[in-house]
Every structure is written in C-alpha cells, then in structure tokens.
C-alpha cells in the first residue's frame, strides 16, 4: 500500500489554496501534518468556483508535495459563479448549468488544464446539476417529448444530460491534452438522490476510470441532509458491488462534527468498509486542527486492526439503481446492531436478504422474491416493502394487509430469545407510532414481536412460510430513527433474526456489528448522549472461544475469552462496549 499496510491516507488541496500558497507555507503546512500521521497522496484541484490557479501555480504546489515524498493526483470541482455580464441563475451552491455556453467553456479550460498537469484527477461530487433556467427546462421538456416521458419529470433527462457532459468536457477533453489521463468520479453521501441530479452510478461506471465514494455524515439536527452515521459503512459496502475492484476509496471531512468522535466515527466506519484509500478533505480545513493528531493516533490502530479483517458481510439488503422509499432505513438499523451490506443486485445465493420499500423499484421483484423464498432463503421485508407490493401481487406470500391505520405504543411483548415458550414485557419511555399490519391469524404468525395498548397488540414481526423458505415481515416506526428508543428485550429479539455467521448481540442500542468472512468481526459503540459503556451478550454458533484482536490492550498476547456457556450448539459470551472505542474478535470454532 503505501505508509499503512492495509490502506494509502490521502488528502485533498483545494483550488483556492493552489491559487494563493507560498511554497514556504506550503512546506511548513506539510511538515505539520507530518507530526502526527503519514500522508501517502494528494489530490491537488486547479478549479473550484471563483478559484482558478494557473499552470505554473499547480506545478508549484505539485511539486512541493513530492519533494516531500507525498505522491500528488488532480482534482476539480465542478461549482462556478455566473460569468461576468450573464444573469444569474438561481443553483444551489453554484453547481453548473450544462446548458451555458460561457459555463462549459471555463469547463473545459478547468479540465485541460488539470489534464495537463496529472495524468489521473478526481471529479469532487459537485458535478450534479440542479438548474432550471429556460435552457435546461426546454432541454427537459424536449428530451421527455423524444422519450415519451408524460409526467414533466426530469430524472432521465438530467442523467442524459450528464452522461453527455461526462464524455465530451470531462472524458474527451481530458485525453484530448492527455491520452493517458484518467478520469475518476466521486459520488456524495445521498445515494437516494443520485438520479434527480443527474448522477447514475450503474452507466457511468462504465465511462470512468474508476470512482470514490463519499462517507461524510451530518449533524441531522441543522442540515438538510439525512446521513445516519452507519452510511460511513453501508455506501462503501454498495459502490465496492457497483464496481468491484472499483471503488477508489472513502471520503470524509470535519464539518458539522461538533464533538470529535463524530469526526473520528467516520474514518472507523470507512475503515471497516475496508477501503484503498482513506481521503480527509481538506487539507486546508485541517492544517492546524486538534483533529488531525486524535485521529493520527487512531490510524496505526486501524491498521493494526485491519490486519486481521477479511472481507465485509453482512444481511444483504437490496437497494436497486435509481430507487428511492424508506430512505437510509437500513443505515437506523445498522446503528441497531444489525449487520447490514447494501448492494445494487439481488443476489439469490444469499441465506438472507433484506428488502426495503426501495426493493420495490425492481419491477421483477415479487418473482424474485417467490423464487428466492421457495427455494429455502429467508426474506426480512420491511412494512415499506409490503405496502408498496400490496396489489401487485405479495398476496400469494402473505396475509398481511394495510388499511391506513397506525398506532402508538410504548408497551411491548416479546419472544424470549433461547426460551421455547418464554415471553418478556418491556416498555419504552415514550410512545412509538407504528403503521397497523393486520394478518390472518395461524395463515401468518405475527407473535414474535408485537406493540401492545389497553387490550389490543400489533405485529412488530411477523412470519409467513413459503416452500422451503421463509419472508419474515419488520414493521418499522414511523419515525426509523425511533428504533433507537425501542426496549432493549425487543431490539435484542429482532438482531437475532439478522443473525450472519452464526453471531447475533444483545445488549442496548447505538451498538453496530461488523462481521468479516475470515470468522472476525467488530462491535463499535456510537457517541451519543444516550449511549454509555454496557455489557452485552453475544451468541455464536460453535464457537469455543473468542481471540481479541488488539490493538485495544497492546500488552495482551492471544488474549482468549472462554464463553459463559453453551446451549443447542450456541456459545454464550459476555463483553464490555466502550463508548467511542472499536473492538475486533476472532472466532476460534
């Protein structure tokens, strides 16, 4: 690799610090960072909205960082301010419209420059469109016309519109000035929206010498975007399958991290997706920051860690291309303890599959599903998925119906887990709205999991045979974030049907898996004012016993956990989560 062995750590140089740097400052800038962690590469940007540096400016800056021993690659990011005497349009954040002549232009001047210099630069993910000028709204409405598009949306149209952007001011214009250059594409973090913009992983895969993912998440209380923490994970799990061998590496930065564990969160998260690259943006934002020597301590860490790490599994849960419903769902119940890997493809070898109301865009989904469930597969669906496949024939699986009721319970009543027979009671601290799944009572069995209020219960889980197989049904609340307030003897009985490898937790919420398919796997436990240090119990089939893998005690050699005991082929373990803190286990059967 480079300085770590399992990972390059790699920064990014924006345009206006290309622009403005004294080669002095730059040296000293260097030097600094060198005090705390070792920086294989830099992604040097000659463009960037009112940034424009020159040749000899980039050259300057590209070559202070060799001359450091730091390899250095292009980059541009795609955001303009209007041309001098043209109206302005209204864009958020002055993302390109691809329907102006002046904008393409300076475009293409940013991109040949670039191609100039370095023989690979990266796309940062500002090159979505959002505008709506006269222009790009004739373009829609012509496009839609040819394409017998009736609604006036403007989906397709924009992913067309930047597919033809990506090839003749992106592609072409680069190998025009360089035949070797290579063009790599970075997504954002908002998956669910890629399509609207103009983004489409599945086609441009195929145009791009390779692409990066971004895995900043977001204080949800004073941003507009939805990123649950997990997604650090989950979007590099998803684009390593939409192109494998592919995927360049994961990309974080520090804003909007209040406290510093929100910042160092998402370089563990990225870390246990197993990246090639660990990018911190930017290097300007963190020249002089206290996060740069806390996470400098944390990297060898990981990499120690990471030694022992085979490849990432998890419950497949099914997001197709361009699909949109139940957005980041999967990401709440990451945070849950369920081990969950996202991907494009159905994949009908895997013993479980986890479908959302997004499953619900693959117009073959339900013979999918029959197949898949006939032939012995265990289905989790959540009730976004039912209700989406009610009428479209689900009906032949389940009796489960929906009539637009919901309920809010804070009362619970559960399957005890190892118990034939066993019940447990449970109550949250407030109430949790839930959609009402009524079901045929012994055609469907919905007693595993049920809310309860005054003399009534509803299913949380349910259960329909099928075949050799099974489709369990999840009802999710309202709010997905409100599964992190669900009692703890409910969350503990839905992880155990989201079992891989035989391992499955109990223990409070904020606690994520990450299962590995060399018999490893890591607990990490998030920062929240809610979180504390607990102990949980983890269930393992035929283990006899677990090996930390450190560096969490570097003084501890083969230290071997024995389990508390072992039932129906289960050994019993019990373990401490730290907040803040990741743990790694190998599993000695």
């Not at 250095?72 to 209007?82: K, L, Q």
């Not at 032939?375 to 669906?381: D, N, P, R, T």
């Amino acid at each position: 690799m480079g300085n770590y062995r399992n990972f390059e750590l790699t920064t990014y140089f924006v345009a206006g610090g290309t622009a403005k740097v004294k080669k002095e400052q730059l040296e000293k800038d260097i030097a600094w960072f060198g005090r705390y962690m070792k920086i294989d590469k830099v992604y040097v940007e000659a463009f960037r909205g009112g940034d424009f540096a020159s040749e000899d400016q980039v050259r300057m800056v590209k070559e202070t960082f060799e001359n450091a021993g730091i390899r250095v690659e292009g980059g541009i990011t795609t955001a303009i301010a209007t041309p001098k005497g043209a109206k302005p349009k209204q864009r958020l954040f002055d993302t390109f419209c691809y329907n102006d002549k002046k904008m393409l232009a300076t475009l293409k001047k940013a991109v040949q420059l670039t191609a100039k210099v370095f023989d690979k630069f990266m796309i940062d993910d500002f090159f979505f469109t959002n505008c709506t000028c006269d222009a790009c709204r004739k373009g829609r409405d012509k496009f839609n016309e040819e394409n017998g598009i009736e609604d006036g949306s403007r989906q397709e149209y924009r992913v067309a519109l930047l597919q033809k952007i990506s090839k003749e001011y992106m592609i072409d214009a680069a190998k025009a000035v360089n035949p070797n250059c290579q063009v790599i594409i970075k997504y954002p973090n908002w998956m669910e929206s890629y399509q609207e913009t103009g983004y489409d992983p599945m086609s441009q895969k195929d145009m791009f010498d390779g692409i990066y993912t971004g895995t900043e998440t977001r204080d949800p209380f004073h941003t507009d975007q939805h990123l649950p923490r997990y997604l650090s994970y989950s979007l590099m799990t998803y684009m390593d399958k939409v192109l494998p061998g592919g995927n360049g590496g994961g990309w974080f930065d520090p804003f909007d991290c209040q406290v510093m564990d929100y910042y160092l969160e998402q370089a563990y998260l990225t870390c246990f997706a197993k990246p090639r690259e660990l990018m911190m943006f930017c290097f300007q934002a963190l020249v002089g920051s206290p996060l740069i020597p806390a996470l400098g301590c944390q990297l060898e860490k990981l990499d120690d860690l990471m030694d022992h790490l085979g490849n990432p599994v998890g419950i497949q849960c099914y997001i197709p291309n361009a699909s949109q419903g139940e957005d980041n769902v999967q990401d709440f119940l990451g945070m849950c303890g369920f081990p969950i890997r996202t991907t494009p493809y159905f994949e009908a070898d895997a013993p479980t599959i986890l479908l959302t109301a997004a499953s619900a865009y693959d117009e073959e989904i339900l013979d999918k599903l029959d197949a898949y469930t006939a032939k012995g597969g265990k289905a989790i669906v959540t009730s976004g998925f039912v209700t989406e496949m009610l009428g479209e024939g689900i009906e032949r699986i389940t009796s489960i119906r929906f009539r637009g009721r919901m309920v809010t319970v804070n009362e619970f009543v559960c399957e005890q887990i190892g118990v034939r027979h066993g019940w447990q009671e449970a109550v949250s601290a407030s109430g949790i709205s839930f959609p009402v799944l009524e079901f045929r009572n012994n055609a469907t069995w919905g007693a595993a999991v049920k809310g309860r209020k005054n003399e009534e219960t509803y299913t949380l889980l349910a259960r329909d045979t099928y075949g050799d197989g099974q489709m369990m049904t999840l009802v999710v609340p309202d709010s997905f974030p409100d599964l992190m307030k669900l009692p703890e003897a409910v969350i503990n009985r839905l992880r155990a049907e989201f079992e891989v490898n035989g391992i499955s937790f109990e223990g409070p919420q904020g606690i994520s898996l990450f299962p590995y398919d060399n018999d490893t796997f890591v607990l990490y436990s998030y920062v929240t004012s809610m979180n504390h240090d607990a102990e949980i119990t983890v269930r393992i089939r035929g283990a006899k016993e677990l090996q930390m893998l450190l560096p969490i005690f570097r003084g501890a050699k083969n230290f071997a956990i024995k389990p508390l005991y072992e039932q129906d082929g289960v050994s019993v373990f019990k373990l401490r989560a730290m907040v803040g803190r990741f743990m790694g286990f190998k599993i000695v059967r």
